[in-house]
């Protein structure tokens, strides 16, 4: 397969000042000033008096020369191993959210799309390669616990970034900056009114989404997703509304700390290539440890056993006591084996007859849906070249 040249391509999402194929110029080099003083500062570039004077409290957002300055953004950069080609001022636009500075050019949204798209890309091949038969429902759970809005959150704090009380050109580049959504029961006229009784809240939606839904308009988590740009092109208008009640409203920590955490993703793509993103993916992501089987419920495991083996073609199961100790005793255990034939699918144990039977046909009902092969290839590693050898795909979950 050939392989894309990304700095030809990549202007549409990053700007001119954090290309990495040019020195980046900065725009000017402020010192902080106060309120009622200003000062005069000279270009780096050409080495002329600029005459302009800048105030960083009318900024939205502190201006790309003052990454080269922050020592918080050169620690996080170390922190997390980023690429050489990866520069800061990249990294600090990755931390301003869009309700902070809505200019495109400026603010993480471009790049949260894409990294988005990445982590969505890496983490279900990793899932379906590795687990071929799980259930979608099980499939979305674990798509939330890789890369869900709280799992990026808890990456944010674990990376050690701190968050600015509030945007603006003054704080210090390697902040978080977003416009904190005001809370519920915060009073801002001062007459006792709390702020959440005074929103109206759409009427819910009364249809039911079935799993074909899900799993084919959904997002990665099976939930709605936001609109696409597809429909910012049909419809312009769409877009300076949401992004002036987005302005009015704000956003919750979890949501800025997941479009940042997309962001540095999209970011590393861009300006290192594929192989740094998937060191990256790995590094970060995919080492972190979830124990699928916890994910299951089952509602009537025996059900669902019974249809499985009519499914596939295999004798009907039947449960059989293994072992027992104590049946006269306050404390009985009982061991029972669900059997097809001559093989036993699974083993549970309980303190009556019924729960080791329920155990039974959950543990076999885990032994098919976590089949894993012994050698686990995901389609993106023959990117580079290479022959591709599919998977098992499986007929998929047991339809009641």
């Given at each position: 397969m050939k392989t894309l040249r990304l700095l030809r391509w990549s202007g549409a999402v990053l700007s001119p000042r954090t290309r990495p194929c040019a020195y980046i110029r900065p725009i000017l080099q402020p010192s902080r000033l106060q309120s009622t003083a200003t000062a005069a500062v000279q270009d780096d570039v050409d080495n002329n008096a600029v005459s302009s004077l800048i105030d960083l409290t009318t900024l939205p957002s502190p201006p790309p020369s003052r990454a080269l300055q922050s020592a918080k953004l050169s620690a996080l950069?170390?922190?997390?191993?980023?690429?050489?080609?990866?520069?800061?001022?990249?990294?600090?636009?990755?931390?301003?959210?869009?309700?902070?500075?809505?200019?495109?050019?400026?603010n993480n949204h471009s790049?949260?799309?894409?990294?988005?798209?990445?982590?969505?890309?890496?983490?279900?091949?990793?899932?379906?390669?590795?687990?071929?038969?799980?259930?979608?429902?099980?499939?979305?759970?674990?798509?939330?616990?890789?890369?869900?809005?709280?799992?990026?959150?808890?990456?944010?704090?674990?990376?050690?970034?701190?968050?600015?009380?509030?945007?603006?050109?003054?704080?210090?580049?390697?902040?978080?900056?977003?416009?904190?959504?005001?809370?519920?029961?915060?009073?801002?006229?001062?007459?006792?009114?709390?702020?959440k009784d005074t929103q109206t809240h759409p009427a819910p939606k009364l249809w039911n989404r079935g799993l074909s839904s899900l799993s084919v308009t959904d997002d990665y988590f099976g939930t709605i997703p936001p609109r696409s740009p597809t429909d910012y092109l049909e419809r312009p208008e769409l877009a300076a509304q949401e992004a002036a009640a987005l302005n009015a409203r704000g956003v919750t920590l979890e949501r800025a700390s997941t479009n940042f955490v997309r962001a540095v993703m999209g970011a590393v793509y861009l300006h290192a290539g594929r192989n740094a993103t998937k060191a990256f993916f790995r590094a970060h992501f995919q080492s972190r440890e979830l124990n699928v089987s916890?994910?299951?419920?089952?509602?009537?495991?025996?059900?669902?056993?019974?249809?499985?083996?009519?499914?596939?073609?295999?004798?009907?199961?039947?449960?059989?006591?293994?072992?027992?100790?104590?049946?006269?005793?306050?404390?009985?255990?009982?061991?029972?084996?669900?059997?097809?034939?001559?093989?036993?699918?699974?083993?549970?144990?309980?303190?009556?007859?019924?729960?080791?039977?329920?155990?039974?046909?959950?543990?076999?009902?885990?032994?098919?849906?976590?089949?894993?092969?012994?050698?686990?290839?995901?389609?993106?590693?023959?990117?580079?070249?290479?022959?591709?050898?599919?998977?098992?795909?499986?007929?998929?979950?047991?339809?009641?």
């Open positions: 950069h170390a922190r997390l191993s980023l690429p050489p080609r990866l520069p800061v001022q990249t990294l600090a636009r990755c931390l301003v959210d869009a309700s902070a500075d809505s200019h495109p050019s400026f790049l949260s799309l894409l990294g988005n798209d990445l982590l969505g890309y890496y983490t279900s091949e990793l899932i379906l390669c590795r687990y071929p038969r799980l259930p979608m429902m099980i499939i979305f759970a674990a798509m939330q616990a890789y890369i869900g809005p709280a799992t990026l959150t808890s990456i944010t704090r674990e990376w050690g970034v701190d968050i600015a009380a509030e945007p603006g050109g003054e704080v210090d580049p390697g902040l978080l900056q977003f416009k904190a959504i005001i809370p519920g029961n915060a009073d801002l006229a001062g007459d006792g009114t709390l702020f916890k994910l299951f419920e089952f509602r009537q495991p025996t059900r669902d056993l019974s249809r499985l083996c009519a499914r596939e073609g295999l004798v009907s199961p039947v449960a059989r006591i293994l072992s027992e100790t104590g049946r006269e005793s306050r404390t009985p255990v009982f061991v029972v084996g669900v059997f097809s034939g001559r093989d036993k699918l699974g083993e549970g144990q309980g303190g009556s007859l019924d729960e080791a039977r329920l155990r039974a046909a959950i543990a076999a009902l885990k032994g098919w849906y976590l089949y894993s092969p012994l050698e686990v290839k995901v389609p993106s590693e023959v990117e580079e070249g290479g022959k591709w050898e599919g998977v098992l795909i499986d007929g998929g979950e047991v339809v009641v």
